[in-house]
């Protein structure tokens, strides 16, 4: 192995490192203290529980593992994990969406963030048709941030609205409630199509027992006023008592035995693992983050027996090559490529070639993939005249328009109006996933220190005041900080700007089950607007 190849590997695996450590303070929010305090109530970490859910020996997808992290709420720095542990895991086989409050995160509240880690797992169910478990042990809404978080679409009412929405398209909402769920909280047992309660552990009111007090006078305990005794055998509330947390898991995976098994809409060829093994990512990958990459190479090491069939491989060598276009399997599941190559950036040419393969992938119903390392489109004159406008416009058109599922995965810089042509958030992909090279921002750091520090000066001297060399020098630096930090996969998973930072090892597994969850609608014709050509 060259040195390069050695000295990339040594930083890949470092910053996978920090990937972990951040993913521990998530998942372990209060450590050790917080897990013995559960078992005084008898109850189990809700991880443990979504182990129990899942089909043994199979794995729990989790999303957005990183959000919340440097929030800088009210009182509150971070919300790990966000409060709510979201992922996609088997239950009999199907695949199903889960949603569990961490009760260890201030009583599982619900911040700005956690709601959006709530619609965000529910917007996946709902487009990729699957059912939805909610392990429901929360204080409902984090009251000092009540105007953020109550009133608004995409707001608390909204998990209720989607759970409707959800159980008359048939897809199952099943709740089982594992402590307590107040006020507009207790909606979650009331509006799943059924709900199990845990003797003397769930509760469940419109108006908890002081609520109550202030009210009406009347004194009553939690338990006679909304325990799984009451929901179970007087007002009907909720559909299944169970003694324990073990019981009450069992018993979903009990109403989930007869649902229909899912279908894939595609065909499946057998999985061929790649040639090139998964693991030379860590090698290829260059570490400094705007040095060019071969994306051929990246897509051997993803593919099914590393085969990539590339698409007009020879169209303008150095502009139309910025983008590489084809097909490849995945897990023996077909997926068209758009991806960037070399610095990326995407000139003409390349748009073009990316939106003809757009097209044709929808007409052939293929769904597609966007690896993502691309600073931008070509600025200048010649690229203005050659009409790069209208062709990113184009591009972007078609990526907004494709009907197939649609992934993107983040490998490099992901800045500016490339963000919009290989389907960045506001492009709506069924899934997006960073990894540690992710850098995604309006701009590098860079340039938008060059940029701001232009303004910055003419200001500065139009007050008779000009930037001294030391001025500029630590003006750049602090903008280049700023955005340097913000394009970061950990300052963008914290504010769910993804669906999962990988590490290069998971991109594979990943990649498959996304694409199997995303297929499992039938996919609509093709129909694309005005492209200007
Ligand atoms: N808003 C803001 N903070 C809340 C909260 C809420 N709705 N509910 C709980 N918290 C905070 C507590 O102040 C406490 O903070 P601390 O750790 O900094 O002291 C933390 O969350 C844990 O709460 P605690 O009461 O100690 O946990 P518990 O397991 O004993 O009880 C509940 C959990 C949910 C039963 C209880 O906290 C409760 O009844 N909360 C109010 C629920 C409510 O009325 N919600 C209405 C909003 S829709």
Same mark, same amino acid.
């Given at each position: 192995m060259t040195d390069a190849r050695m000295e990339n590997r040594a930083f890949w695996e470092n910053e996978e490192l920090k990937l972990d450590g951040q993913a521990y303070d998530a998942m372990w929010p209060g450590g050790e203290a917080a897990v013995n305090r559960l078992a005084k109530q008898g109850k189990q970490p809700a991880r443990e529980l979504i182990r129990k859910l899942v089909d043994p020996d199979t794995e729990l997808f989790e999303l957005s593992r990183l959000a919340g992290f440097g929030m800088f709420y009210p009182e509150v720095e971070d919300v790990p994990c966000g409060g709510i542990i979201t992922g996609i895991g088997r239950i009999h086989g199907n695949w199903t969406m889960i949603v569990a409050s961490d009760s260890r995160v201030k009583a599982g509240t619900y911040f700005p963030i956690t709601l959006k880690k709530h619609m965000r797992a529910q917007a996946i169910a709902e487009r990729c048709g699957l059912n939805c478990v909610y392990i429901a042990d929360s204080g409902g809404a984090y009251l000092p941030m009540q105007a953020d978080v109550f009133p608004d679409d995409q707001h608390f009412g909204s998990m209720f609205y989607n759970m409707a929405r959800m159980s008359a398209m048939g897809l199952k909402q099943i709740t089982l409630s594992t402590g307590g769920n107040t006020a507009g909280g207790a909606y979650i047992v009331f509006m799943a199509c059924q709900s199990i309660m845990i003797d003397k552990m769930s509760y469940s009111f419109l108006g908890g027992p002081p609520l109550v007090k202030a009210a009406t006078g009347e004194v009553i305990s939690a338990e006679d006023l909304g325990g799984a005794r009451v929901h179970t055998q007087i007002s009907g509330g909720a559909d299944h008592f169970c003694p324990n947390q073990d019981e009450a898991v069992a018993k979903v995976r009990e109403i989930l035995s007869l649902e229909r098994p899912q279908k894939m809409h595609s065909h499946r060829y057998a999985e061929v693992p790649p040639r090139v093994p998964v693991e030379s990512i860590y090698e290829m990958?260059? &570490?400094?983050?705007?040095q060019g990459i071969n994306t051929r190479s990246f897509l051997e090491a993803i593919a099914d027996d590393s085969h990539f069939i590339e698409y007009?491989?020879?169209? &303008?060598?150095g502009r139309g090559d910025n983008i590489v276009a084809g097909k490849l399997r995945i897990k023996g599941i077909p997926v068209g490529i758009i991806a960037s190559n &070399?610095?990326?950036?995407?000139?003409a040419e390349a748009a073009r070639k990316a939106t003809e393969w757009i097209i044709r992938c929808s007409q052939e119903k293929v769904p597609l993939l966007f690896v993502q390392s691309s600073p931008g489109y070509m600025v200048g004159s010649e690229s203005e005249h050659m009409g790069i406008g209208k062709y990113g416009a184009d591009m972007v058109r078609s990526v907004s328009c494709a009907q197939v599922p649609r992934i993107q995965l983040v490998i490099g810089p992901d800045n500016g109006a490339a963000n919009y042509g290989m389907c960045g958030r506001a492009y709506r992909p069924h899934f997006l996933f960073h990894t540690m090279r992710s850098r995604t921002s309006v701009m590098s750091g860079r340039s938008a220190a060059e940029v701001l520090l232009s303004i910055e000066e003419r200001k500065r001297t139009g007050q008779g005041n000009p930037m001294s060399e030391g001025e500029k020098q630590a003006f750049r630096q602090q903008m280049m900080d700023k955005y340097d930090g913000e394009a970061h996969p950990f300052y963008c998973a914290a504010r769910l700007l993804s669906d999962r930072v990988l590490k290069f090892r998971e991109i594979r597994d990943w990649l498959a089950m996304a694409f199997e969850v995303s297929l499992l609608k039938p996919i609509g014709d093709p129909a694309f607007g005005n492209l200007r050509f």
């Open positions: 990958l260059p &570490a400094k983050i705007h007009k491989s020879q169209y &303008a060598p &070399a610095l990326g950036i995407i000139f």
